[in-house]
């Protein structure tokens, strides 16, 4: 827990002067070393260092803002050995209690008005110096003040709590696809994607997206095995960028509770599936629509996943029937293929035979809808 005499701050000097690297205007050769090495610099380079470096603090105090949803400051420390903390108001003033209180008072005004996203107070320490400066949304500098005052010290870099090491569960894959990483379950098929979208410096958005049908009711239970996968790689990647621990929910705000999961066309698609439809045997009409899954690399879930609407429109019982399991000469009737009941309820996945596959069907045409109905028509009118 922070206290009085040992603040907390974020260190951003490696990720200020990463982010520098191809900033114009360029700095004069050498400054970022004798930045760091702590070297004293004169009035132009200063000048020149600040006015690189100002878009850069304002994308990082801007992250750092939204992620603790709290106000803050940076701090430029160019004495012995450079560097640039990020500072959360609750523990400014602890930072720096040697700056009299009518100068910080000056600091606590501008702190409690400026807009976090889109304006940065910045203190800069440079010898025995301090200097208070506040940047406007259009980059107009602000000097609060100047004060002889030596600080001590600065805060201590965060303590974190070490997270446990990440693994995917045992039956969860997953692959990289550009700047996408794309999850598999070893029975329910394509989980769906998480997508990385760079929106400049600082940023980065974080897309969840859930393979399937809105109206599909397995893609819920997809979206319960993704959506603690994607939380998790999130909040692990804003620790790495230094942010505040977000929590084992992610950083992000959820979305309300009635949004429907996003439509997802996976990029490996059957091209061509087959389906028959079967009739009943005692009435003649449709009642079974089954669904042959030839291609072995994708699941009988896949399948029933991209055949949803077709499915739904059909409205008949309807199986995912997978190849048969041959081995060597063994007979066709012998060889048992994995049979998934989808609609219009789910059952488990069971091994059938082509015999069996076949008493399957005449059991059914006996319990058809169709065909009982026309007999107790039939019943009724003796």
Not at 11 to 26: G, S, V, W
Not at 76 to 96: H, S, T
Not at 154 to 170: I, T
Request: proline share 10%; hydrophobic share 40%; charged share 20%.
């Amino acid at each position: 827990m922070p206290t009085a005499d040992r603040p907390e701050g974020i260190n951003l000097t490696h990720e200020i002067f990463n982010r520098m690297q191809d900033a114009p205007p360029q700095l004069p050769a050498g400054v970022r070393q004798l930045f760091r090495a702590g070297a004293q610099l004169d009035a132009s380079y200063q000048e020149a260092l600040l006015t690189v470096m100002l878009p850069q603090l304002r994308a990082a105090a801007q992250t750092r803002a939204r992620s603790a949803k709290q106000r803050g400051l940076v701090v430029i420390d160019q004495r012995a050995g450079g560097e640039i903390w990020y500072i959360a108001e609750p523990q400014a003033r602890a930072a720096f209690t040697a700056l009299p209180a009518d100068l910080w008072m000056h600091v606590v005004q501008v702190l409690r008005t400026y807009a976090p996203l889109k304006e940065v107070v910045v203190i800069r320490l440079y010898g025995r110096t301090m200097e208070i400066m506040f940047f406007d949304q259009h980059d107009a500098v602000n000097t609060l003040g100047r004060a002889p005052i030596p600080i001590p010290r600065l805060p201590q870099p965060l303590v974190r709590e070490r997270l446990p090491a990440f693994a995917l569960p045992l039956d969860v894959t997953m692959r990289r696809e550009g700047s996408n990483y794309v999850f598999t379950h070893r029975a329910l098929g394509l989980l769906g994607q998480m997508q990385l979208k760079d929106l400049g410096p600082g940023q980065m958005q974080i897309t969840g997206m859930v393979a399937g049908h809105p109206d599909d009711p397995m893609t819920a239970k997809r979206q319960a095995i993704l959506e603690p996968l994607t939380q998790e790689i999130g909040r692990r990647l804003e620790l790495g960028l230094g942010l505040d621990d977000p929590g084992p929910l992610g950083g992000s705000a959820p979305l309300p509770p009635d949004t429907p999961p996003i439509i997802e066309t996976p990029r490996r698609t059957p091209l061509r599936t087959a389906t028959t439809i079967h009739p009943c045997a005692v009435c003649g009409k449709d009642m079974l629509f089954l669904i042959f899954a030839d291609d072995p690399a994708t699941t009988l879930e896949d399948y029933a996943r991209l055949m949803f609407e077709v499915i739904r429109d059909q409205n008949l019982i309807t199986y995912v029937l997978g190849p048969p399991e041959r081995h060597g000469s063994q007979p066709l009737d012998d060889c048992p293929s994995a049979l998934l009941k989808v609609w219009p309820t789910r059952e488990a996945v069971r091994m059938v035979t082509p015999p069996e596959f076949d008493a399957l069907l005449l059991r059914l045409s006996r319990q058809h809808r169709h065909h009982k109905g026309r007999r107790q028509a039939g019943k009724g009118g003796r």
